[in-house]
């Protein structure tokens, strides 16, 4: 686990429990023989009104939200105050959003996991509390929402699944470790890695695990699910590619360091990033590297410039944020076009909205800037250590601070 102020806090039992696990296949080896047909079930359905059903919109990780925009600032259109919780892995107390999560907006309602232990369900228009539910710690990844269904990580080593009628439980199921890692709903599955060393695949209806595969090393970052096929990056550095009808491993390729991004992936490639400081480019059938960035070619080395954030691809862009405060804007092969400077590092991720690139930093600020030239068209300072990656929907972002605070920010005079 990583806190929220970036220190990495010992784990020893879960390293001891996983000493002699086998390093799987090679960078860019392809496992031989057929493989089994992805399951027959669709992805999340196009809403009308769109909607944010989990981790940048669908299990594609493909939709940033919706205007309209103006270049008016920003202002506060309501907040909400959470509590705050100690956990056995940090004993100072954590409140409000963190990352690497983002809520889900789907119709009048804001489902928000809060650090502080609880499951909030919010009524988007005041921020009013139609239903909370509460864990036994920190949740700070992502909620996933399909129909009548709500799947969440935990720091209590629980995935859980909860009614968004009312908030009842639905079913849980305990990990080897925590879950920080942000859900996918596909038809009647559900897909988490965990921090355990395994990816899941649950069935949504009652919490049967219909696959269980182990990996090397453990996942912060979300996974994305293209053409019956799974992309997940680890902590050990490795790049994985499932077949998300049974979890087989098709290809690993080497990152060569820690990785907390979930990976992007257009056409055929494949794009993600590491915590000392690169961004990659890798074939989507077969794991080869194509291109790296490096990020530490203007000063600095390792984590000081590393990359907590995933990649978001716009045309032939990419939209990165660093732990040096850039935010950098690359082309699809990888050559720098313009960064910008905010006022801290950067965690979260920056979605890409009608040509506006929106995201916080951890000196507390939300920034919106010109996707094309990064020039600064508002920031709003809204607290401390701003990680979490906001949700945009209809011109309005919804966003949370580890001050305690949740926000929905609009634009003046909307």
């Known amino acids: 686990m990583i806190s929220p102020t970036g220190q990495l806090r010992p784990s020893l039992l879960i390293l001891a429990v996983f000493i002699g696990c086998i390093v799987l296949t090679s960078c860019g080896k392809t496992t031989k023989g057929s493989e089994p047909e992805p399951p027959k079930t669709a992805t999340v359905p196009k809403s009308d009104p769109p909607a944010i059903h989990m981790w940048l919109g669908n299990p594609e990780r493909t939709f940033y939200g919706t205007g309209p925009w103006t270049d008016k600032p920003l202002e506060v259109a309501w907040d909400f105050k959470t509590g705050s919780v100690s956990g056995r892995l940090h004993p100072d107390p954590w409140g409000g959003s963190g990352w690497p999560g983002q809520v889900a907006v789907v119709g009048d309602r804001v489902y928000f996991q809060s650090a502080d232990s609880f499951i909030y369900c919010l009524n988007r228009s005041d921020g009013s509390i139609i239903w909370k539910f509460q864990t036994t710690d920190c949740a700070k990844s992502a909620p996933s929402v399909s129909g009548d269904r709500l799947v969440v990580g935990n720091l209590d080593h629980y995935v859980y699944c909860l009614n968004t009628r009312d908030g009842s439980l639905v079913w849980k199921y305990q990990t080897g470790f925590e879950t920080d890692s942000s859900s ?103 794991g080869e590297l194509v291109w790296k960035f490096n990020g530490n070619a203007n000063g600095g080395s390792g984590e000081m410039n590393g990359f907590w954030a995933s990649p978001i691809l716009v045309k032939d862009r990419i939209y990165i944020g660093s732990n040096n405060g850039y935010l950098y804007c690359l082309t699809d092969q990888g050559q720098l076009v313009w960064r910008y400077r905010s006022h801290g590092p950067i965690w979260g991720s920056s979605p890409v909205v009608e040509g506006r690139v929106v995201f916080g930093d951890k000196a507390g600020w939300v920034h919106v800037l010109s996707a094309e030239d990064g020039r600064q068209i508002t920031e709003i300072k809204i607290g401390d250590n701003v990680d979490a990656t906001p949700a945009v929907l209809d011109g309005r972002i919804y966003i949370g601070a580890f001050n305690g605070k949740f926000y929905c920010l609009k634009q003046s005079g909307s």
């Open 184 to 286: 996918a709903i596909i038809g009647d599955r559900a897909y988490v890695g965990g921090e355990d060393h395994f990816y899941y695949c649950f069935d949504l209806k009652d919490g049967r695990v219909i696959f269980k595969t182990q990996l090397n090393g453990s996942m912060e970052g979300g996974t994305t699910i293209v053409d019956g096929r799974i992309y997940a990056d680890t902590k050990a550095g490795g790049l994985y590619c499932l077949n998300a009808a049974d979890g087989k491993i098709i290809w690993t390729a080497s990152l060569g360091w820690k990785s907390t991004s979930t990976p992007a992936v257009r056409g055929d490639f494949v794009y993600s990033a590491t915590v000392n400081g690169y961004v990659f480019c890798f074939r989507k059938e077969t």
